[in-house]
């Protein structure tokens, strides 16, 4: 079992920043292939960074530029990082890995 626990959402005014993170803890198989999705009332869950395989990472176009996806292999933690957040990135996101999620966090962004 892998358990994926998201932390760092919240409300945030538009144009601020936030750092989400996801812990991830039991049979870990790869942290390197995790992501952050997000779902937004009423719309289909959507990739916004996740890594690759190869070693690289793919952001949405939506994001691209404003977002950054890390991780640290020793703490099992993967992080987003929003910057030049928009009322639209309001969703709650949630991280990712393998066949595995984590129970999600809300971001909030006001106009």
Excluded: H
């Excluded at 750092?19 to 995790?34: E, K, Q």
């Excluded at 959507?46 to 292999?73: M, P, Q």
């Amino acid at each position: 079992q892998v358990q994926l626990v998201e932390s760092g959402g919240g409300l945030v005014q538009a144009g601020g920043s936030l750092r989400l993170s996801c812990a991830a803890s039991g049979r870990i198989f790869n942290i390197n292939l995790m992501g952050w999705y997000r779902q937004a009332p009423g719309k289909q869950r959507e990739l916004v960074a996740r890594f690759t395989s190869g070693g690289s990472t793919n952001y949405a176009d939506s994001v691209k530029g404003r977002f950054t996806i890390s991780r640290d292999n020793a703490k099992n933690t993967v992080y987003l990082q929003m910057t030049s957040l928009k009322p639209e990135d309001t969703a709650v996101y949630y991280c990712k890995m393998l066949t595995y999620w984590g129970q999600g966090t809300q971001v909030t962004v006001s106009s």
